[in-house]
């Protein structure tokens, strides 16, 4: 076992302060003797500059005094710790840089953040290499900052390259980030993460009035938001800090536990990938094709949804006639109905495949006339014949009969019988562009960016909850991190069941805002997780047509593409 610690705590405008408040804080942590200690980010100054000039003069060098009292600290203590800085580069190139150092003292990586979040685009440059993966003996370390974990995309090439431990310094006063983004890293790539966050103003502090005023943001909102996090591969919070005060939290974590890529029925998640799938990450977005020819005007505003599932022990004809028999009690304005995947089947199990795929032909048939009478859609799962087997499909029905189908795109055990699909499918619907998953295909974070890239601005996804983050954090995190609706139906499993994520209509931050006042989150989306027979709510879809977040940061086309090619290649 390893003891590993996060540090939060304050900062403001003098960096001397700040490097004072650092040793401070590394020395009160020193006392439990942590092997790992991560700082949050911007440590020698607030991310607020009156200008250029100003940012360039507290930024620091890399030989300079603050880092080297950082260093003797580590040496001290006889730990590695990681910081993030603002650090000068060729004037007038500054970079936000996270910096680990070792017990002898060494700095053994500087790490260029790959995403800057809004006003950062005025004084900062973005990372030009990936970043590499650090063997220590304490494990091998994948290091970034704030925004760069807000997006899959840097955890997710790190992990891949060998990462069993994200160190992840944060900036931040978005309550989303450690309730969906900070801790889905962790079991998405099956490592572990530390996370350090800071507390108190982000702001001058003789300037927090006019800023809120002026960024549409109460002045509560202006602060660190805390609740640094230490978080274990399977999604468990090993440790969390309080929201309001600097502390320093502690963990002992087993490194075997991140050798492991499995999830319970022993699917691989790594070994299973497909990369051939994955080829719109490393293309240069632009704002025309992301749009694929839709305006607002032509998608809708709200659309009523429901997800059904089977009373508790139906099977077979049973499941079917307790789903058919829901689906006509349904209020009129329903639209589309999600079911689980395999609805009918124990566990999601098919034990004859080709008996299913005969029940399957009846599934079909009966919905596909509910869906007629019903002036709805249906989407689930069925067994399929294909050459030389069988294979498990999503399929979306209504009142014109099968609109879509998706196979299932990654292998997953419980569904080894699966011929797997080559290709995304998206469908153009009267309510917006919508896409289907099925199995475990919604656990990879690449395939649902790709979605995004495609335009899609529901995902319906009939699968079986195998893992509690799936449904705690999981698929909010999808939806938030995409802006894209999604409407995922589970049987009830130990590990959970299905949820809806609608997003809020507004969502630009330093905007005025008319539906809502700002609450800390930016982007937590409107959830509605399912409890019983029937799970009613209204999502919208026209909102997943705005991806700017803030200034110059749009979720998909300022996304990190050029680093991604690990993505598409491993």
């Known amino acids: 076992m390893t003891c590993v610690a996060a540090i939060q705590l304050s900062s403001n405008s003098s960096v001397s302060e700040n490097l004072a408040t650092c040793l401070r804080m590394i020395d009160v942590a020193a006392k439990d003797k942590p092997r790992l200690m991560v700082l949050p980010e911007f440590c020698n100054h607030i991310s607020w500059y009156d200008d250029m000039a100003h940012a360039w003069r507290v930024a620091l060098d890399i030989e300079g005094e603050f880092l080297a009292a950082i260093a003797d600290r580590a040496q001290r203590h006889h730990c590695y710790i990681v910081i993030n800085v603002s650090l000068r580069r060729v004037q007038p190139a500054i970079t936000v840089t996270s910096l680990l150092y070792s017990p002898q003292g060494e700095c053994l990586t500087e790490n260029d953040k790959q995403t800057l979040m809004g006003h950062e685009n005025d004084f900062f440059v973005r990372a030009s290499e990936h ?15 704030c925004r760069d974990g807000v997006t899959f995309e840097t955890p997710r090439g790190l992990a891949l390259r060998g990462a069993q431990i994200f160190c992840d310094s944060l900036n931040s006063f978005a309550l989303d980030e450690a309730s969906l983004h900070v801790p889905v890293r962790a079991p998405e790539n099956k490592a572990f993460l530390i996370a350090a966050n800071k507390v108190g103003s982000l702001i001058p502090e003789e300037q927090l009035e006019a800023v809120s005023q002026g960024a549409h943001i109460p002045v509560e909102y202006l602060m660190g938001a805390g609740e640094s996090q230490i978080v274990a591969p399977d999604g468990s919070v090993l440790a969390r800090a309080p929201r309001d005060r600097e502390m320093v939290i502690f963990a002992e974590i087993d490194l075997e536990l991140g050798f492991s890529k499995c999830r319970p029925d022993g699917s691989d998640v790594f070994l299973n990938r ?17 749009n694929n020819g839709y305006t607002s005007n032509d998608v809708a505003s709200d659309l009523h949804v429901a997800l059904l599932r089977p009373q508790s022990m139906a099977l077979g004809v049973g499941a079917l006639h307790d789903v ?17 995947e395999l609805f009918w089947c124990e566990d999601a199990r098919v034990g004859d495949a ?10 079909a048939f009966e919905l596909e006339r509910l869906c007629l009478e019903r002036n709805v859609y249906i989407a689930t799962s069925l067994v399929e014949t294909a050459s030389a087997g069988y294979q498990h499909v999503a399929v979306l029905l209504g009142p014109q009969g099968r609109v879509a189908t998706q196979p299932q795109l990654h292998r997953a055990e419980r569904h080894s019988w699966s011929r797997l699909g080559d290709a995304l499918t998206v469908v153009d619907l009267p309510w917006g562009r919508c896409a289907l998953l099925t199995g475990d295909d919604s656990v990879y974070p690449e ?9 899609v601005h529901v995902l319906l996804l009939p699968f079986d909850c195998q893992e509690s983050w799936e449904n705690s954090f999981g698929l909010l995190s999808r939806a938030a991190e995409n802006r894209i609706c999604v409407v995922a139906s589970s049987r009830a499993t130990a590990s959970g069941s299905g949820v809806i994520c609608s997003l809020e209509r507004e969502f630009t931050i330093m905007t005025e805002w008319h539906e809502r006042e700002f609450d800390g989150f930016i982007n937590y989306p409107i959830t509605t997780h399912q409890r019983h027979v029937i799970t009613q709510a209204v999502i919208h879809p026209a909102a997943a047509a705005n991806k700017l977040m803030s200034k110059n940061t749009d979720l998909l086309l300022q996304r990190p593409w050029h680093l991604c090619d690990t993505l598409v290649s491993q």
């Not at 497909?274 to 992301?290: G, H």
């Not at 395939?447 to 335009?455: F, I, M, T, Y």
């Open 354 to 363: 080709q008996a299913e795929a005969v029940f399957s032909r009846q599934v």
């Open 131 to 145: 970043s590499p993966v650090i063997e220590t003996d304490v494990g091998r370390l994948g290091i970034f900052p």
């Open 274 to 290: 497909r990369p051939e799938l994955y080829e719109a990450l490393v293309k240069e977005p632009t704002a025309q094709q992301l």
């Open 324 to 340: 058919m028999t829901a689906i006509t009690e349904l209020d009129d304005a329903v639209e589309l109905v999600v079911l689980p």
């Open 447 to 455: 395939l649902v960016k790709v979605l995004a890239l495609k335009g």
